[in-house]
């Protein structure tokens, strides 16, 4: 879980400078900060896509997922639910204020949190690799949080409890579910992700916006088809 610890102490970092600078970050600032974290994650992605073994494997996962995460439309559920919570209120008494502060928590975990870039992350630093993308990751939100702390005060830190338990869990569990893969399938598994890093770099580079979110059921398919393939090739051994 080093990666999301270093990804919560970064939007302390930040939060504790909006808290003092009181100011937002300048726009061409946080664009180029984007734009060169589009680039890192652009050569992460490449690297992860090269290591696969089973082209077709990675295909047929990256196709069917795709069809999957387009047909429930998982990109749009979590824009609706994020935009929810991005409505500005205008406190008039104490509970009103305790709803927002409530509400504003919320509202920047999911900004921090609901994208592909988190679960990715955690779902590299689950695998054992050493975990690059919740490092980038980090570098945006530490910025993020720097005009969002300047904006709405000290809540933004408390969004880092959500943080921890939502990116901790999904790297918990991957780190579970690999325990019981082997390392073929591990490898299929990173270059499926790295696929969905280079889709995710050209939408940060403003180059081509692509629905990455929709394309996530293909880490669950190529888990499936590698078990099957294996299977397969196994029977396929015991026939001989």
Known sequence: MIGTLINAGAVVIGSTIGLLAHS?????????TFYAMGLFTLVIGIQMALKTQEIVLMIFSIVVGTIVGEWLDIDKRLKNLTNKFKRKKHPKNHAETTDNMANGVIGVFLLFCMGSMSILGAIEDG???????????????????IAFAATMGWVVMLAIIPLIIYQGSITLFASFITAYLGDALIVELTAVGGLLLIGLALSLLDIKHIRISNMLPSLVFVVV???????WRGWEFLMI
Do not use: N
Not at 24 to 32: C, G, L, Q, T
Not at 127 to 145: I, N
Not at 225 to 231: I, M, S
């Open 127 to 145: 695998t054992g690799q050493e975990p690059k993308l919740l490092m980038a990751k980090s570098v945006l939100d530490g910025f993020s949080s």
């Open 225 to 231: 088809f590698g078990l099957l393939l294996e299977a």
């Open 24 to 32: 937002k970050m300048p726009e061409r600032i946080s664009k180029m």
